[in-house]
């Protein structure tokens, strides 16, 4: 695992890591097809785009629907910050200046395959970690610890999914 910062103000961050053995371009087929990754989470639970988009675009907008044992559901707008194909697919969640996280994928070429990275940063605009945070304040580190820990969990398991899918018959 890995991640850094403690408390919700230091930006924490999570990733996951794998090596497909699939090219780049096969590889970004998925990552950036958003109405995909509610099949591979445990959390999303639908995807759309918004304002007639049908794929990633700098500035194109989705909604995705998540859904919490403790957290409970919500409903948060996103917005491509990156988007360079077969290379970088990232967004920014409510505002894309301040945004409430920020999700990167990154695809790089090696050994005749794709390492992807799949990465998140929490903040700097509150979001449903910082309204927890609120609920315990004296318990702040150890609720981003366990919030960061089921990022890590989860983003291990969809790149594993992404990993599986890329490796099988071309879609």
């Known amino acids: 695992m ?17 090596w497909i053995d699939a090219r780049p371009e096969r590889v970004w087929e998925l990552v950036s097809d958003v109405t995909l990754m509610p099949g591979l989470s445990t959390e999303l639970r639908s995807v759309s785009w918004l304002d007639g988009a049908t794929g990633p675009a700098v500035g194109a907008r989705f909604t995705g629907r998540s859904r919490h044992p403790t ?12 988007c360079r194909p077969a290379e970088v697919f990232a967004w920014a969640v ?4 301040h945004p ?4 990167r994928f990154t695809l790089e070429p090696r050994d005749g395959g794709t390492e992807l990275t799949e990465w998140v940063r929490v903040g ?3 979001s449903g970690l910082s309204r927890a945070i609120a ?9 981003v ?6 990022f890590e969990r989860n983003m291990t398991a969809t790149v594993a999914a992404l990993k599986e899918r890329a490796e099988g018959a071309p879609s």
């Open 71 to 82: 957290m409970g559901e919500w409903e948060a707008t996103s917005y491509v910050v990156e």
């Open 135 to 143: 609920l315990m304040p004296d318990k702040e580190q150890s609720v």
């Open 94 to 97: 409510e505002d894309p200046e």
């Open 2 to 18: 890995e991640w850094t910062g403690a408390r919700y103000a230091d930006g924490p961050t999570a990733e996951a890591r794998i």
């Open 145 to 150: 610890f366990v919030r960061m820990r089921e």
């Open 124 to 126: 700097p605009a509150p």
């Open 100 to 103: 409430a996280a920020t999700w």
